[in-house]
């Protein structure tokens, strides 16, 4: 006969020391958990309602500048800088850590237009409505002079005059070339005076410019004749041009699948393309109820952030129709510029109210350095949130946002006319001969053509 | 590259065979982690979705087996077991024989605490094991803490205890008195009083959902939030007084034993019952569950056994000639009967699914004790006996689960420890929705209620099928006369035939032949009646 059964004695399964962790087992037999399923579904709504409760993305409004943010570049070489051009000619350099300005640009006599920085985060361009391209130095904070005041200012290290106001400029990547958006498209060397290369499509000026990440010699423009316009440097012409039904205010393109470029519209929506495929927009992102008016791709490539006419800034995922997240204050007026930090932790929006604003990207992220047991949970409550998101409470809780008056009425207004648009295409369909009545597709319906 | 895997796939032919045989035991294991098949990736057609699914079942299947593997070499205690050489029973053990083959520890487990005065005793374990409380039917309440046999409390409430039960820890739990059932606390003092459910007769608490069931003795059920105290629900059973009481662990159905025989299941968001099972023809006097909620155990007056399969509804087994006044499984799938002074214990012999419950061990107490109530111990190979004279602890080897985990239930937890799971037992409580037959519907999808229309080419395919079995049938010899070849191959005939209108196939000729039958009747007709014939 042999007989066992279960002891356990004391001392085995306690601690000795009363410094001792306490010690844990785990037993990973179902049984044990009766009502896993209903357990995790409870757990995903918490989570889901968790979310909400800490949702405060709101991080700081840095206020400095004495008329409307117009545009902003980021350092990619140093991640706290952040540089905000306004209508009144000033460009100030800003430190996200301490929220302060780090010094200032004085020099161009109307309103900046454009900004960029050289990948190497030594040089910033800066070009505007006075008809100057200005270079600028950028300063190298060093550990002594952390606290610098704030009236700290530079004088520029190249002023370029050229015939007609610019709109835009974007620098290359890994180059020494930048592009500026006025009347035509000029491509600028650091050390001439004059635009190397001009180009242009057209008699229309042009918006917006930005390089391509991937390929240093293709750039994409938008112009004031509704088109979007891929330009190949080595060719010394357009390669390939679109023109839309409404204007487009700015480009980005995805810096993970450089490929891909995502256009800001005037009508409110934002267009993902792929560019050697222009005659089809790959994703339309419907959510704004106003001119977009700028957009700026997350490192990562799956998200990007618009700012818009309509007072808010959105946050949109990169292949999905609807936005993730609606960021607004009472007190931010129309945004003309957004950032996307170059860590994908936090958002930067300058608007007309002389504000930039600093936002985290994902609103009930929890900032700082985490334990690992806090970090593990975050994981869990976001992993059953994803395996529980079709169930209607879930759902219904993750996807409310608060959105202010005017927009929620606006939303409304769109959605009648929208509804009333479909309703009467689908009766004409209904009671014409079939095959006479042909539905666009939405991804097509606001392209007029494509020109070669 | 190429080389490698060949390299591998020669390595996995030379398998030794013992690493075969663990290959085989960890697959087996690994079928309890998967929770169900896999999805059947054949039938989705969207292309994104089927990747997706994809690799969600093959992340599946790696945590199941690293789960299994765990299963295998990482826990730290093996189960209890009884093994028998040569001929010897294993119901022939008594507990003398089992406490000298054990270790000290384990065989201070077997013992008998008289106390006559104040029986039949009624008990309870935590759920972690460690704690026990003790009703006695004359007013003596006891919180015991099992792991140093040590007496927390005790108090005389002066009045006929029915019932005790743990709530959500040892910190509380209810006792059903005369007049009302109260709470009290680990101190022994008064924390509530319960007077909306009238005289309680059994008393269950439900972990998962902290809800407090209780039957009364007007035969009604009443469930009580314990968070907040609100009355979630309270029915009529319709079918009179009954102190035969149980939940199901697995899916929080409360059920019911009546005297007439029958079983009702009830959640608390319907006023009539889930399930009405006739289980007896007698007055039943037990019901018990399994802890992975498949089968339910019955006993009836009529001196009977049954054991039910909860996913048919149907009867598995029936013990007779014998009388349980009360039953329990234990956490491994033992089931305990008490009658009188004896109590045996059934376990499960196959295995596998056929539920061979056969004889385990036996266990007589002194003559005259009367058996109350029977309750394994979680976590422990003991089964605690409450009876008239008192209470016993014997040792069942085999019946816990010999791995606890610390989340779930601690038997060495620390107050600390405690109060942190308090709070995520508020954060985790279900609410009374979820009750449920089968609780893995959450998150499922219904499928649809439509049938699906069989294609034309399935319609064909079966027909042919049937004719083809029709025809392959073999006709008896009849007798002389009625053997004609001729009748026969009319017999045939007629059965495929037969066969043949059985399908929807003949409907749709059927409705062509109307219309033509129409069109050439306007064919036929005069021409001052054409014109009232149905035109193309």
Not at chain 1, 53 to 59: D, G, L, Q, S, V
Not at chain 1, 190 to 200: E, I
Request: net charge positive; glycine share 6%.
């Amino acid at each position: 006969m042999k007989v066992k059964v279960i002891s356990r004695s004391v001392d085995e399964f306690t601690r000795e020391r009363s410094q001792d962790l306490q010690r844990v087992f785990h037993n990973f037999d179902p049984s044990l958990r009766p009502m896993e399923k209903a357990v995790e579904y409870k757990r995903a709504l918490n989570a889901a309602k968790l979310d909400k409760i800490h949702a405060k993305p709101f991080m700081h409004a840095m206020d400095g500048h004495r008329d409307g943010i117009s545009c902003m570049a980021k350092n990619p070489n140093y991640l706290k800088d952040i540089f905000s051009g306004s209508m009144d000619g000033d460009i100030r350099l800003w430190d996200l850590a301490t929220r302060r300005t780090v010094c200032e640009f004085p020099g161009h006599q109307g309103a900046v237009r454009g900004l960029t920085v050289s990948t190497d985060g030594n040089v910033l361009v800066s070009c505007g409505t006075d008809c100057t391209v200005r270079l600028w130095n950028v300063p190298r904070p060093s550990l002594q002079d952390f606290n610098i005041s704030s009236e700290n200012s530079i004088e520029p290290s190249a002023v370029y005059v050229w015939k007609n106001a610019f709109w835009g400029v974007d620098h290359q990547y890994g180059g020494e070339l930048f592009a500026t958006a006025g009347a035509q498209l000029d491509i600028w060397n650091h050390n001439r005076s004059q635009p190397v290369q001009s180009l242009q499509w057209g008699t229309d000026s042009v918006i917006s410019v930005r390089f391509n990440p991937g390929e240093p010699d293709l750039l994409a423009t938008s112009a004031s004749d509704r088109s979007i316009t891929i330009y190949d440097l080595r060719m010394s012409s357009a390669a390939k041009k679109i023109i839309m039904m409404t204007k487009t205010n700015s480009i980005a393109w995805n810096p993970m699948e450089p490929m891909n470029l995502t256009a800001a519209n005037e009508d409110g929506s934002c267009y993902s393309f792929d560019g050697r495929k222009l005659d089809e927009a790959k994703c339309v992102h419907k959510d704004h109820v106003s001119a977009v008016m700028d957009i700026d791709y997350s490192p990562t490539g799956r998200e990007f952030i618009t700012g818009s006419y309509d007072r808010s800034v959105r946050i949109f995922p990169y292949n999905g129709g609807h936005s993730r997240e609606i960021y607004h204050t009472k007190r931010m007026q129309r945004v003309f510029c957004v950032k996307y930090s170059c860590d994908a932790t936090y958002v930067i929006s300058g608007s007309d109210d002389t504000n930039v604003r600093l936002w985290k990207s994902k609103a009930s992220e929890q900032l700082g350095v985490l334990l690992p047991r806090e970090q593990r949970k975050h994981e869990y409550d976001e992993s059953v949130k994803n395996r529980y998101k079709h169930l209607p409470e879930v759902k219904r809780i993750v996807r409310h946002k608060h959105v202010p008056k005017p927009i929620f009425k606006a939303i409304g207004i769109i959605r009648a006319k929208n509804d009333s648009k479909r309703r009467k295409d689908a009766r004409r369909k209904a009671h014409s001969a079939p095959g006479t009545v042909i539905t666009v597709p939405l991804r097509k319906r606001r392209i007029i053509k494509e020109v070669e | 590259m190429k080389l490698n895997s060949e390299d591998n796939i020669l390595m996995e032919k030379v398998l030794p065979p013992d690493e075969q045989e663990i290959d085989v035991e960890l697959e087996a294991k690994e079928k309890k982690y998967l929770r169900g098949g896999a999805v059947n990736l054949e039938s989705l057609k969207d292309k994104k979705l089927k990747t997706k699914v994809a690799s969600r079942e093959k992340f599946f299947g790696k945590s199941a087996k690293t789960a299994a593997k765990i299963e295998k070499w990482l826990l730290p205690n093996k189960g209890g077991g009884l093994e028998t050489d040569g001929l010897e029973k294993t119901w022939h053990i008594d507990q003398l024989k089992i406490s000298k083959e054990v270790d000290i520890l384990s065989s201070r487990k077997l013992y008998d605490v008289v106390l006559p005065d104040l029986g039949p005793y009624k008990l309870d374990f935590s759920a972690s094991g460690r704690h026990m409380v003790l009703g006695g039917r004359k007013g003596h309440i006891a919180l015991l803490d099992m792991m140093d046999l040590k007496l927390i409390k005790e108090i005389q409430v002066r009045e006929t205890v029915r019932d005790v039960a743990f709530l959500h820890n040892d910190q509380l739990f209810a006792a059903a008195q005369k007049k009302y059932a109260y709470i009290y606390g680990r101190d022994g003092t008064e924390v509530h009083c319960l007077k909306e459910r009238g005289p309680v007769a059994r008393l269950r608490f439900l972990k998962n959902h902290l809800l407090l069931a209780s039957v009364n003795k007007i035969g009604q059920l009443h469930y009580q939030d314990l968070t907040h105290g609100e009355m979630v629900a309270s029915f009529r059973t319709g079918k009179g007084r009954t102190d035969v009481m149980e939940v199901n662990p697995y899916n929080g159905v409360v059920a019911l034993g009546h005297s007439g025989g029958t079983v009702t299941m009830w959640k608390p968001t319907s006023q009539v019952p889930l399930v009405q099972l006739h289980c007896h023809p007698g007055p039943v006097s037990s019901v018990a569950f399994h802890p992975n909620g498949h089968l339910m155990a019955t006993s009836g007056k009529e001196r009977k056994v049954k054991i039910w399969d909860l996913r048919k509804f149907g009867e598995v087994k029936t013990i007779d000639g014998f009388h349980a006044k009360t039953l329990s499984f234990s956490q491994k799938g033992l089931l305990a009967a008490g009658t009188g002074s004896f109590v045996q214990v059934l376990s499960d012999s196959s295995g596998d699914s056929s539920h061979k419950y056969t004889r385990y061990m036996n266990h007589s107490m002194v003559k005259g004790y009367q058996i109350e109530k029977l309750m394994f111990r979680p976590y422990e190979d003991v089964l605690g006996i409450g009876h008239s004279m008192g209470w016993s602890s014997i040792l069942i080897p085999g019946s816990g689960e010999p791995n606890f985990d610390s989340w779930v239930a601690n038997p060495f937890e620390t107050s600390k420890q405690r109060r942190e799971k308090e709070v995520h037992m508020l954060l985790d409580k279900l609410p009374p929705e979820t009750i449920m037959l089968d609780p893995s519907q959450i998150g499922a999808m219904r499928p649809s209620r439509r049938k699906e229309k069989p294609t034309r080419g399935e319609i064909e395919a079966e027909k042919e099928v049937a004719i083809e079995a029709a025809k392959s049938i073999e006709l008896k010899n009849k007798t002389k006369g009625r053997n004609k070849p001729s009748k026969r191959t009319k017999k045939k005939k007629e059965m495929v035939e037969n066969a043949k209108r059985t399908f929807p196939e003949q409907e749709h000729n059927k409705a062509v032949k109307k219309r033509r039958i129409g069109e050439d009747a306007a064919a036929e007709l005069p021409t001052s009646l054409k014109r009232f014939a149905r035109k193309k």
